[in-house]
């Protein structure tokens, strides 16, 4: 069984900063890749970046240039550096591992941007 658990969301205001984090934990064989989505009410999940086993980083255009996926091999951690926050940015941040069978989810953290 995976464990993967976010942490580090909370209220900001627009044009600030917050790091969210994503702990993996279990019977993990391999990691692929892992990724960061976001989900809003009533909207399907976005994907916002991914970091493969490579190193290489990907990211969504409305995040290009803002955000940071970053990675701590031996912690079995991910990381997601958000700069100059918007207000459409708020929304549940959901982390997902990539291993040689299947995906696994968290359960998200909430990122909430308003003055």
């Known amino acids: 069984q995976v464990q993967l658990v976010e942490s580090g969301g909370g209220l900001v205001q627009p044009g600030g900063s917050l790091r969210l984090s994503c702990a993996a934990s279990g019977s993990i064989s391999s990691i692929n890749a892992m990724a960061w989505y976001r989900q809003v009410p009533g909207k399907e999940r976005e994907w916002v970046a991914s970091?493969?086993?490579?190193?290489?980083?990907v990211y969504a255009d409305s995040v290009k240039g803002r955000f940071t996926i970053s990675r701590d091999v031996a912690k079995k951690t991910i990381y997601l550096r958000m700069n100059k926050l918007k207000p459409e940015d708020t929304a549940v941040y959901y982390c997902k591992l990539y291993d040689n069978s299947r995906a696994y989810w968290g359960r998200g953290t909430q990122v909430t941007v308003s003055s």
């Open positions: 970091i493969l086993n490579s190193g290489s980083t």
